[in-house]
DNA sequence: CTGCTAATTAGCAATTATGCTAATCTCTGG
DNA sequence: CCAGAGATTAGCATAATTGCTAATTAGCAG
């Protein structure tokens, strides 16, 4: 639901894990060590996202890698731009508003 | 912070109070009305949507009128975009909206 | 000052979030 | 099978959030 969506986002290493993905799919333990919290920390920030579907998870062998998804991203925004009362300029999104 | 305004934005009942604040602005009991939970509690709600500075608040003799601080929730959703890596164009924002 | 309405603050219980260490799981390679 | 790396899950303690009722503040009218 949208609601795990915004209390997800509401973390900040949340965040910053999305900023780094944004840059495209990384490993589970690639990303954990670029933060100073211990490995099963930022496994449950990262559990927290992917339960939001603000990330997807894929195993390759031994080790996971993660990627934004970007659409979940894209609505979350989107609402924060409707509470503006403003359009999204987004290609696929057509305001009835007149 | 920005972080504060990701925090605030996590619970709905908040975020439905900016979509009512969107409309225009309104006052404290007139918002509490709309909601089941006791008048206190939403009172908190509006206290946390300040502390972000998500709101502002302006004494009406007796009674609180509450608005929207558009900027901060644009700052918001800028950066939600900024994680999607994709540009937002928003600048100037003057583009027409509707 | 008293009384009244609008609203916030105080205090409390219950729930949820956070972050650690230890234990477990999953896969690869001998 | 066993050993090891990569990663999650379990369990626990602490802190923060939520939402209530009761108490309090702020302003207005008499």
Known sequence: MENSVFKALAHPA????????????RL???????????????????????EAELITAERQGNQIL???????????????????GRDNGDDDLKEAAE
Chains 1, 2 share one sequence.
Request: aromatic share 6%; glycine share 6%.
């Open 28 to 50: 589970a333990g690639d990303l954990a060590a670029e933060f100073e919290a211990s490995w099963p920390t930022m496994s449950r920030h990262l559990a927290v996202l992917k």
């Open 66 to 84: 993660y990627r934004v998804n970007t659409s979940v991203l894209e609505d979350a925004a989107t609402a924060l731009l409707g509470l503006l």
């Open 14 to 25: 949340r965040r910053q894990l999305l900023a780094l993905l944004r840059k495209g799919p």
